[in-house]
């Protein structure tokens, strides 16, 4: 900028204070020169005065531009010093957004892990687990049983059918997305985080591995189990004629009872009785009491799942025994059908050749009673979320059993 400046004025080695006048050569070419420098013969002692006080402005000027570019230039050193500053700190700069991402990431892992927790119904998958690793205990006829062979077969059955567990469950929420808004608007497909095709997507994965996975380990009794709970599990939900059963109250809960109190129990106690051990089919004393207490079970919760969702099922056409018979009689016929079948346990117990067996199955099945009736009297049938907690509080018990059951004897 000094040079540019400086450039269009006369260079001061051509100007003399002498007698002699202007000798600029480019002179010519500058026209701000030419018009108030041009030479005359007729007042060279005033071109003298004029020149030299020209040229005393000139060198101020020159002087000023000077100490302005010094400054500018430690200006713009102050400047230059503060962006090597910041760009000598810009690593913690940049690490921001690193750790922003890493963050961001792990949200959404979290969020589409809690998605896919909720979209799988835990409490339907605790107790599948729970029910397959007890039954397969009452196959268990030594101490020696209890061996790598039996946690593999084990393995085997429970992920086959918590794959086929997902797919029933995934099937159902894609078959009542309206009315889940209303009765569950916190799953992912009625609450928006689940597109249909992702749903699509999840069901028909998981209903293949299971198949895959039960062909692959070559039992016939786990095939059979995961191909009778595809039927009806598929039956009970979707919305095609002649089925979707849980619009009719015994269809439903016949389809409940089918799966949770007969194929669990005698299914997967064969494939660790014939496949796993390769023993002769028996039906002993323990597989019968839990075949049929878990039949009185299923019915409870078959009942007892419609109550809490009675204004979606009404405004649906789903004709549910809560729909048709009222909350309050619906449940307390679940609690009198629970109550019947701790008593019949206690007979059983109380029945058994081995003493450990009449005292713990005793024990236990009392206080499950007891407890049972102290809750259902603290039920507020205005309250959606107290009796949603109450069935949650039946599936409580439904495991409870489930450690109970390996104890008859």
Request: include cysteine.
């Amino acid at each position: 900028m000094d040079s540019l400046l400086l450039g269009s004025f006369p260079n001061p080695s051509l100007i003399t204070t002498g007698g002699s006048c202007w000798r600029n050569k480019n002179w010519t070419h500058n026209n701000y020169f030419a018009s108030s420098y041009a030479p005359t013969t007729a007042s060279c002692p005033k071109r003298k005065i004029q020149n030299e006080y020209n040229f005393l402005r000139f060198k101020q000027s020159s002087l000023v531009l000077r100490y302005e570019g010094i400054e500018g230039g430690s200006t713009c050193q102050e400047y230059n010093r503060k962006h090597i500053v910041k760009a000598a700190s810009g690593q913690s700069f940049e690490s921001e957004p690193q750790t922003f991402d890493s963050k961001r990431i792990l949200s959404s892992v979290k969020n589409s892990l809690d998605a896919f927790y909720r979209f799988s119904r835990p409490h339907t998958v605790i107790g599948t687990a729970l029910s397959i690793i007890s039954v397969s205990l009452l196959a268990v006829q030594k101490s020696s049983d209890i061996s790598p062979l039996f946690f593999t077969g084990l393995l085997e059955a429970v992920v086959a059918a918590l794959f086929m567990n997902i797919y029933i469950v995934g099937l159902n929420q894609l078959s009542d997305i309206e009315i889940d808004k209303i009765n569950k608007p916190y799953l992912p497909l009625a609450s928006g985080e689940y597109s249909i095709g992702t749903g699509v997507a999840i069901v028909a994965s998981f209903s293949l591995l299971s198949f895959w996975l039960g062909w692959i380990v070559g039992s016939w009794p786990l095939f059979w189990a995961l191909f009778i709970s595809f039927v009806l599990g598929t039956a009970y939900s979707i919305n095609v004629p002649f089925l979707r059963w849980k619009r009719f109250a015994v269809l439903a809960a016949m389809c409940i009872l089918a799966v949770r109190a007969v194929i669990v129990q005698l299914a997967f106690f064969l494939h660790m009785q014939t496949h796993v051990y390769k023993r002769p089919i028996v039906f002993s004393r323990p597989l019968i009491f839990a075949t049929a207490f878990m039949s009185f079970f299923s019915i409870v919760i078959a009942l007892f799942k419609d109550i809490p969702d009675i204004e979606g099922d009404r405004i649906f056409g789903i004709q549910s025994f809560s729909v048709r018979l009222g909350q309050q009689r619906v449940f307390w016929i679940c609690v009198s059908l629970l109550e019947v079948a701790y008593g019949t346990a206690l007979m059983v117990g109380a029945a058994s050749p081995c003493l450990w067996s009449k005292i713990l199955t005793g024990v236990g099945h009392a206080a499950l009673a007891l407890t049972l009736w102290y809750h259902a009297k603290s039920v507020d049938f205005k309250n959606k979320a107290s009796i949603t907690s109450f069935y949650m509080f039946i599936w409580k018990l439904f495991y409870a059993e489930y450690l109970l059951i390996p104890l008859v004897r």
